[in-house]
């Protein structure tokens, strides 16, 4: 249930890549009735280090005390609050689509259009490939809605800050 | 040289001066215990894995030090979950070392095999599932550096029998490396100054201190501060004792200290709560504002600007917003303000603030904590008293959670940290009997008095047996009213009387039990008994139980009631 106030919000987390690390953070969140909307975690470039994206509903007051809670954990690096500084995001959904006779081509003229790719072929549905931020994930699944989406998977969001403009 | 898990664990043990151990064995644990009869550890054995829990408990809070316990895989493990928990709340440094079934059977649902580390994740500090032998010294030095740094807390290490049998080279590390723990002790001088400006102006402050000041060992630094402030002080449960209740009167006895306001709370005084409902200033130290103190927290102090210092950043603005959020050690805080104080000292605070002193006088010529005395019978608030006037305060105070708690932390007058060890975060019924075990034994020349409701005294009763096998002679104070005296109360007041549940029918005979197990039991009835059994129990070395027939309809007053502003109290 979102309330007035409540704010979708993206926090990127640097990690220790230690067993059980993953539910400590989900069981921190769920445990204090903090909403996780998507989650993605894998290894970075550096050993031993994961990132985690996490995307979160609630006002400011709530937000603050997740980010001082995450800090809390043992294994936690860093957390970027990503309502302090810029930042880049990319979700990937696969979404197989109805693929008729009537409706293929406009499946694949909207499949042009947003730069997506068609992954799987059968005699009736089409699996798409998408990656955008969310903005365009949500927008190429409101179009191909309206034609028949029978099943997604989304991955949820992966974020990094931008750089400095100097 | 080829060490085995259990010689690296009573090497680390003994490289973190850990002097006494509180166990219960178990298959998954055996190796541990073959190991131990090599080594000059004492191992005091309880009769239940939540006394080992709570005693490893009581003896950190009394000692400073981190406690330590032992239980076995599964049953062993889980029966700690409560003691856990109960550390966890109360910011208390202990390390729970669980067995666990071999590493091939983890996951395979094994005889007396539970995820300890799953079930403890949101009532843990941290923890630590040892899966290599190798990690087994660095995971230990960890574990105690984390239970005692920063905001203290309960850390497991959950130990699979292989591991404990398996080898490895063992050199116990010299430094801790953790990158994700950094508790920040040093406090901001550009705030402290900020809140120093603050409190220099207030003509209506009030100090709020708490657990924090215990734990960081500052009650010295607060009573200067006070001093060089000239504010009022009061205390959450957790604080009692970090500012001193009574002062020498200059002729050889105590007096009410001046500066002391009592409690603060649901159960607070009422000048406690009137004065930081009227402040305009609050320095709150090591505190974290939790419900029981703050009331209706849209009316909790409404005219005050709020200076908040703790090292957890999160209990600070988390349900009161502050206004000068200064996160730090306290110790270090309060040291800083000093100095600013000393430097640039104010003047005439005395005068500035006396109409403030005159008022809070008022409030409590008003409303003082009282009760009836009534010939015939014992009241409970009685009890209490002559339990501080027989031991001259000079003694460790464990409770149990209920009306009893309530009524010691209004009638006995702490003056030292570390002499109430009680359980405020999560009230837990049975914690003061062990508790007041461990901290025994922590201190095996000072008295110390566990007061207990009859309801409390029988969740771990049977620590009866490690009291009297190690002849560890805690005095248990039983306020015995047959009932669950806060629910009752409870009832009485919000739910029309409706006692369903709350009355202990057919309790013990409390004398007997306690002969039953080999101590001694002592029985009052009327109040004249209450004084000279006091005497005589105190005087006896060994464990005794004080069965104190108390009447049943006594409330804790002031109350404030549920949902209801801290100035709403209901008195007496």
């Known amino acids: 249930m979102i309330v007035t106030g409540d704010k979708r919000h993206t926090i990127g987390i640097l990690v220790q890549n230690v067993p059980g690390v993953l539910a400590r953070i989900v069981g921190l969140l769920s445990g204090r009735g903090y909403n996780i909307e998507t989650v993605t975690a894998a290894e970075t470039n550096e050993k031993g280090l994961t990132r985690i994206t996490l995307v979160t509903t609630g006002d400011d007051r709530v937000l603050s005390q997740i980010v001082k809670q995450l800090n809390k954990l043992v294994n936690i690096i860093k957390v970027f609050d990503f309502r302090e500084t810029e930042f880049v995001d990319r979700e990937m959904a696969l979404i197989k689509v109805r693929a008729e006779q009537a409706t293929r081509a406009e499946v694949l003229r909207i499949v042009d259009i947003f730069r997506a790719k068609v992954v799987d072929v059968s005699p ?14 949500t927008a190429i699944m409101e179009l191909l809605e309206q034609i028949g989406i029978v099943e997604i998977a989304r991955t949820g969001k992966a974020a990094l800050a931008r750089s400095k403009k100097h | 040289m080829k060490f085995t898990g259990a010689q690296i664990l009573f ?32 191992h005091i054995l309880v009769r239940h894995e939540q006394g080992a829990a709570h005693m490893a408990d009581g003896y950190a809070r009394a000692s400073g030090r981190v406690g330590v316990c032992l239980v076995t895989s599964g049953p062993g493990a889980t029966n700690t979950v409560t003691g856990i928990a109960t550390a966890n709340m109360d910011s208390v440094p202990i390390v729970v070392f669980t067995g666990q079934v071999p590493t091939p059977l983890i996951g395979d649902d094994a005889f007396q095999e539970v995820d300890i580390i799953g079930i403890t994740r949101p009532c843990t500090k941290h923890s630590y599932l040892v899966r290599d032998v190798n990690t087994l010294g660095t995971v230990i030095k960890e574990a105690f550096y984390l239970a005692r740094t920063g905001r203290p807390g309960p850390i497991v290490v959950d130990l699979p029998k292989d591991v404990i049998q398996a080898h490895a080279d063992f050199r116990y590390p010299k430094k801790v490396d953790m990158p994700g723990y950094r508790p920040t002790m040093e406090a901001h001088s550009g705030q402290v100054n900020k809140a120093f400006q603050l409190l220099k102006k207030a003509k209506a402050p009030v100090v709020f201190a708490g657990g924090g000041i215990i734990i960081s060992e500052s009650s010295d630094e607060l009573a200067r501060l006070v001093k060089l402030l000239h504010a009022p002080v009061t205390c959450s449960l957790m604080g009692l004792g970090c ?10 006895g105590m007096k009410p200290n001046p500066f002391w306001l009592g409690m603060l709370g649901m159960h607070g005084t009422y000048q406690a709560n009137m004065a930081i409902s ?74 500035s ?27 409970p608030q009685y009890v209490i008293e002559q339990i501080y006037e027989v031991s001259g305060g000079d003694a460790i105070i464990t409770t149990e959670v209920g009306q009893h708690q309530m009524w010691t932390a209004q009638f006995f007058k702490f003056n030292r940290p570390r002499t109430l060890l009680t359980s405020g975060g999560l009230g837990t019924m049975g914690y003061g009997f062990p508790a007041a075990i461990g901290a025994q034994v922590a201190f095996p020349d000072k008295l110390v008095i566990d007061i207990a409701g009859d309801g409390s005294i029988q969740m771990n009763i049977q620590e009866l047996s490690t009291a009297v096998c190690n002849n560890i002679p805690v005095k248990v104070a039983i306020i015995n009213n047959t009932y669950l005296g806060l629910p009752r109360q409870w009832q009485e007041l919000f739910y029309e009387k409706d006692y369903t549940g709350s009355c202990l029918e057919g309790p013990p005979d409390f004398v007997k039990l306690a002969e039953a197990y080999g101590a001694v039991g002592l029985r009052a009835e009327r109040p004249e008994e209450v004084t000279p059994l006091l005497k005589k129990a105190f005087s006896i070395k060994g464990p005794v139980f004080m069965d104190f027939r108390v009447v049943t309809e006594e409330n804790v007053y002031p109350i404030v009631p549920p949902g209801k502003s801290i100035t709403e109290m209901l008195l007496a």
């Open chain 2, 278 to 351: 009227h402040a305009d200033v609050i320095l709150a130290v090591g505190v974290r504002f939790d419900d029981r103190v703050t009331g209706q927290i849209s009316t909790f102090a409404p005219k005050a600007k709020i200076v908040h210092v703790d090292v957890d950043p999160t209990s600070i603005s988390k349900n009161v917003d502050v206004d000068v959020p200064i996160v730090g050690d306290c110790k270090n805080a309060l040291k800083q303000m000093i100095q600013l104080a000393e430097s640039e000292p104010a003047e005439g605070l005395a005068e």
């Open chain 2, 353 to 379: 603030r006396s109409s403030w002193f005159e008022q809070i006088g008022q409030w409590a010529r008003q409303h003082p904590l009282s009760y009836c005395a009534e010939g015939d019978v014992i009241k």
């Open chain 1, 124 to 137: 009736h549905f089409y699996t798409l490939e998408v990656t955008g931020n969310e903005g365009k994930i």
């Open chain 2, 11 to 42: 090497e680390s043990l003994k490289k973190e001066g850990v002097d006494v151990i509180f166990g219960f064995p178990g298959g998954a644990v055996l190796d541990i215990y073959h190991e131990m009869s090599k080594h000059n550890i004492r």
């Open chain 2, 243 to 252: 500012f001193p209740a009574t002062v020498p009167d200059g002729k050889g």
